[in-house]
């Protein structure tokens, strides 16, 4: 079973502030995703990285692939409180996506004005 | 965009109740799947399909049953209700690339409460 592990679990900062989230995993995935998720909602997709070491911008959102796909990293600049939400990771493994997604547990993040 | 529409926010159903949560995509996916999302415990799957007529289970599969007669819909059962199945149940799909992009689109969830 192929586990990932999210840190921190809950974070609350200031408006205005940076902050980093990690994924981490001891097993390889063929891409990982990251998701939104408000309170009552459905995830939301925000991004897919593939490739090992790679970095995609999302606005004010960088995520970052590790370079061994094991683990992955969502830092955000100058946080605002539409920020706010539970950011999940995913990770697909080898099966084109037919066999679920494993998620992490997730990171409550708060941003107070 | 791609729409995933469960049948309902919220439900409260009886303990012992069979119990049905529908769920409609609009985008021709292949997979279409089941989670439970609970404090604590994250988002688990139940059950997924990768074709009509096709299921498997996924991590907790028990209590429950699946049916997916149409490619657009997939219904998740509870046959007996039971009050450890109060959670939040999300179905999900994807299409099948055969490869590395399987993004999993949401719908709005079920919060069911089982008394």
Sequence with gaps: ?113 | DVKVTQSSRYLVKRTGEKVFLECVQDMDHENMFWYRQDPGLGLRLIYFSYDVKMKEKGDIPEGYSVSREKKERFSLILESASTNQTSMYLCASSLYTGGVRTEAFFGQGTRLTVV
């Design chain 1, 1 to 113: 079973t192929q586990l990932l592990e999210q840190s921190p679990q809950f974070l609350s900062i200031q408006e205005g502030e940076n902050l980093t989230v990690y994924c981490n995993s001891s097993s390889v995935f063929s891409s990982l995703q990251w998701y939104r998720q408000e309170p009552g909602e459905g995830p939301v997709l925000l991004v897919t990285v593939v490739t090992g070491g790679e970095v995609k911008k999302l606005k004010r959102l960088t995520f970052q692939f590790g370079d061994a796909r094991k683990d992955s990293s969502l830092h955000i600049t100058a946080a605002q409180p539409g920020d706010t939400g539970l950011y999940l990771c995913a990770g697909a493994g080898s099966g084109g996506g037919a066999d679920g997604l494993t998620f992490g547990k997730g990171t409550h993040l708060i941003i107070q004005p």
